[in-house]
């Protein structure tokens, strides 16, 4: 099975969020039941630096006039699957991340940045390719390869693979005005309500949910919230009508990478049969972030993005009370600036009882998960979510929202749940402080009865979240596309 997955960012080339996860140990974990795989990539200066083993393999042109660009071969650091970067000078080689530039604005030509990576993807599956390998599945994620089953679709292409579009956060769309239609070099028919057309605009993200074949969320429960207008983000109409074609597959864990016992970036391994080296983790972290060193005070974390999408604003209403109850706080991660200002003046303000590290670290964020007791996920939506599942392997519990996979991953502690050792974190349905506070506090009160705490840690440790289980659904689909009883019974003109 020949499967080209296309993604705008792979761990460990570059990383902004749990997009990169994915797009690293999926890709890994398919290679590994039998798929012949191809990630294709930007080349971005931090991806081309790190990828292993690279050569160029040919010129894919100057579609958009502004810049060749080359293929360039190479393997994933670790997994050693073969990655495809492009390298274009151009769009590519630039300060900043992925996406933004050092101040954070998003770069102005992104529509012809991942335009670029959505073209490629599809010009990799024509004859016209720089190479012979030709996939029988295009896989694509989110909004960044949303035009590649689109070029597909223009260029009318004669034994064209099986599409799938994952969508990993329906609320980040990309969306450009009008003029990127012809920029981009799609026809004026395309640019419909039947077609990539989004309130007068062109939706990268409408663009995959239309002309793909097979879509897929990332957790079965967003799979249905997606379809409504509370998650849907305005575009629930379109996938209730392509329901028949979606599918939720949960997300999966890399626990090559994740895994207390064997990882290089906490100071004292440990097991789930011997938690001596997390309690050991909590005393060196307190002490590397400047909070008080106690065993007893519950020691809360937080890696994620600043926004309200994640519920950081219930996190800030919540604070007082977090602190009054004698808990600690440490956070990593970056965001809107407002969120930013207010943690940080909460850390100056108490700095033994909270700590802030703004930016994205991916070392501290293993020190969080093997320090911590408690992990804070108040997501108003989360279409899976990866940190709990790295929480419950290092013995963290979280305390979470019930929404998409969240609500497929945690179980909340009461007495039967606790009793038969089922319980795995601390749930609130309604998203508001009060719900968050209680369920705060719920965990609080159990964190000072041990026996109990060790149940709930024991149960965390327990769950399985390995890529094997999902890796073995998405062949399930690709299979199907590759023999044609997968595609679309209604193509469009």
């Not at 599918?247 to 994740?258: H, K, R, S």
């Not at 802030?356 to 670290?361: A, E, I, P, T």
């Not at 939506?381 to 969240?406: D, S």
């Not at 890796?471 to 997968?486: I, M, P, Q, S, V």
Request: overall charge negative; hydrophobic content about 45%; some cysteine.
């Amino acid at each position: 099975m020949r499967v080209l997955f296309a993604s705008s960012e792979v761990f460990p080339l570059i990383k902004t969020g749990g997009l990169a996860d994915v797009s690293g140990a999926l890709p890994a974990a398919l290679a590994a039941a039998g798929a012949d795989m191809r990630i294709l990539l930007p080349g971005y200066p931090e991806a081309m630096d790190k990828a292993e083993g690279k050569r160029q393999l040919g010129p894919l042109g100057d579609p958009y006039g502004i810049g060749a660009t080359t293929l360039v071969s190479a393997k994933l650091p670790g997994s050693g699957v073969p990655v495809w970067l492009l390298d274009c000078p151009a769009l590519f080689d630039r300060p900043g991340g992925p996406y933004q530039d050092p101040a954070g604005h998003d770069w102005p030509d992104n529509d012809l940045r991942f335009g670029l990576l959505s073209w490629a993807a599809a010009h990799l599956c024509t004859e016209a390719s720089p190479v012979k390998w030709r996939p029988q599945v295009l896989h694509a994620n989110d909004w960044q390869t949303g035009l590649a089953p689109a070029y597909l679709h223009a260029w009318n292409t004669v034994g064209r693979p099986g599409t799938v579009f994952t969508v990993h956060n329906i609320a980040y769309q990309g969306q450009f005005p009008a003029t990127a239609v012809a920029r981009l070099g799609f026809p004026s028919e395309m640019f419909a309500i039947d077609g990539f057309e989004y309130y007068s605009q062109l939706s990268f993200l409408k663009a995959g949910l239309f002309y793909s074949d097979k879509l897929t969320t990332v957790s079965p429960r967003y799979a249905k919230e997606v379809q409504t207008a509370a998650f849907g983000c305005g575009i629930e109409g379109l996938l209730a009508q392509r329901s028949a074609d979606l599918t939720g597959i949960l997300n999966g864990a890399d626990y090559g990478v994740w895994d207390p016992a064997t990882d290089p970036y906490i100071p004292h391994p440990y097991s789930a049969a011997d938690l001596t080296g997390k309690a050991q983790n909590k005393a060196a972290l307190q002490a590397e972030l400047g909070l008080a060193v106690d065993p007893d005070v519950p020691l809360m974390v937080i890696v994620s993005r600043f926004n309200d999408h994640k519920g950081m604003d219930l996190v800030l209403a919540v604070l007082p009370a977090i602190l009054k109850m004698g808990a600690q706080l440490a956070v990593v991660g970056s965001g809107d600036h407002s969120l930013e200002d207010a943690f940080t003046s909460a850390a100056a303000m108490l700095p033994n009882q909270v700590a802030v590290r703004l930016g994205y670290s991916e070392e501290l964020a293993h020190r969080l998960m093997a320090g911590g007791d408690i992990l804070l996920m108040p997501s108003r939506f989360e279409p899976c979510g990866l940190t709990q599942f790295y929480a419950f392997r290092y013995g963290t519990v979280p305390v979470a929202h019930t929404t998409g996979g969240l609500a497929d991953t945690v179980m909340d502690t009461t007495y039967d749940t606790l009793m038969t050792g089922t319980a795995t974190g601390f749930a609130f349905e309604h998203m508001n402080a009060g719900a968050f506070q209680w369920a705060v506090e719920r965990a609080v009160a159990l964190f000072a009865q041990k026996p109990q705490w060790r149940k709930v840690q024991a149960a965390c440790q327990r769950q399985e979240f390995g890529w094997q289980q999902a890796a073995g659904h998405y062949l399930d689909l690709y299979r199907k596309l590759a023999t044609g009883n997968g595609t679309k019974s209604r193509r469009r003109a």
